[in-house]
């Protein structure tokens, strides 16, 4: 009997060794879960155009006032600065309609009285607009509204037509472009435009059971990243916060995204802009996270975003700020303009499962769609459970049967 009641014994260890095995492995379960954001970079329209109110004689008379209204549209996205040169000339047209300058004859014999209210003229051949040129807008007076054919030309001018060619240049307003022209802002009377500013945006994990407060349709966490030009810089702040009661971890990792419908070489530019030439450094509390390509794919020494990157572990009801900043490079053409490119961030939230046996609060919760982590552990904990038991069973009848035997 005692040979018996040892064995029975033995079971009963090897079941409650096994359950308490099983109780430990639940503890330490660990659950993630997931949201999506789907964040918008887009590119700038970088345009503008000379309004011209001017028709063309057949030939000038001398003292002969010619109107010619001659303004600067700004029909891009942007604000920019504007300068604009005029070239005179006297000539005939040939037979194929082109304009063929004679060069005997002076120029200067075309009289222009020119704008200095709105426009500066700096000795360099360029009438400089003296103040910026906002996006849809057009300049506030024109540069010149007509121009007259000297007293002083003789007859050598007669029959003959005249040209005034105005051309024009420009560069965005914001970032100091304007030292590619070898001039100042305070140059030109204007103050240099204030840097873009940046919209803080935010991630919320709330819990277990209502996860992150983002959707990949609704949130973009790009705010500042809009209306860009080769060889900008922004920075982007983003607030991410743990609402729950429970400490844990939050990750980041980016995945590609569907881009609108477009055409298949836009498609290509947008592969190249998010690959190649946008960079973007996520930096939290000085702590450089990742420093590469947006789309987080490897590019060069750059780092990968297609893995998780930890934002570190966060405390109940704690917050962390993200410091985005976003680089693009100075050799992008204009064949980027106007295009729009999406990136799709996921955040993790990953913890321990806490129960009854270990640290933390025992929460009863349903397990979110995707997560099947509980799901899965109760049920190996069960069949761990069943079959400890059928062990155990099987032991004490094969004792019992020796020792009837006996």
Do not use: H
């Not at 060619?165 to 070898?182: F, H, I, K, Y």
């Not at 819990?207 to 949130?219: I, L, Y």
């Amino acid at each position: 009997m005692k040979s018996l009641s040892k064995v029975r014994k033995t079971g009963v260890a090897i079941f409650a060794a096994v359950l308490c095995v099983s109780a430990i492995q639940t503890v330490r379960s660990a659950w993630n879960i997931t949201g999506k954001t789907g964040n918008l970079l887009t590119m700038a329209t970088y345009q503008n155009r000379i309004m011209e109110e001017y028709e063309t004689p057949a030939y000038v008379e001398p003292s002969q006032k010619i109107s010619k209204i001659v303004n600067v549209t700004n029909t891009g996205t942007v604000d920019t600065l504007v300068r604009v040169s005029v070239d005179k000339g006297f000539g005939m047209r040939g037979a194929d309609g082109s304009f063929v300058k004679d060069t005997s004859l002076d120029p200067e014999m075309i009289e222009i009285t020119f704008n200095n209210t709105w426009w500066l003229e700096r000795g360099d051949g360029y009438y400089y607009y003296k103040e910026v040129l906002k996006a849809g807008e057009t300049t506030k007076e024109p540069l010149m509204t007509s121009y007259t054919l000297s007293k002083k030309a003789g007859n050598n001018y007669r029959g003959k037509e005249a040209q005034v060619l105005v051309g024009m240049e420009s560069v965005q307003a914001a970032g100091g472009a304007v030292s590619l022209w070898g001039v100042r802002y305070q140059d030109l009377g204007i103050s240099a435009p204030p840097a873009p500013l940046s919209s803080e945006t935010q991630v919320n994990y709330l819990g277990r059971e209502q996860g992150f407060d983002v959707s990949e349709s609704k949130t973009d966490l790009f705010a500042s990243f809009k209306n860009l030009l080769p060889g900008c810089s922004r920075t982007q702040k983003i607030k991410v916060r743990n609402s729950s009661y429970n400490k844990v971890e939050l990750m980041l990792r980016a995945e590609a995204a569907d881009q609108k419908k477009m055409s298949k070489e836009q498609k290509r530019l947008i592969k190249q802009l998010l690959d190649k030439y946008a960079t973007i450094q996520i930096k939290s509390g000085g702590r450089v996270l990742y420093n590469g390509s947006v789309s987080g794919n490897l590019s060069g020494k750059g780092d990968s975003m297609k893995q998780d990157i930890s934002l570190g572990e966060f405390s109940a009801m704690s917050t962390k700020n993200l410091t985005v900043k976003l680089s693009l490079s100075p050799k992008m053409d204009n064949q980027y303009q106007k295009l729009t490119g999406k990136v799709r961030w996921i955040f993790t939230a990953t913890g321990e499962e806490a129960s009854a046996g270990g640290s933390g609060v025992s929460t009863a919760v349903s397990p979110k769609t995707g997560d099947n982590t509980r799901v899965q552990m109760w049920f190996a904990l069960f069949c761990t459970s069943a079959l400890a038991l059928i062990v155990a069973l099987r032991i004490g009848r094969r004792a019992k049967k020796a020792q009837e035997e006996e």
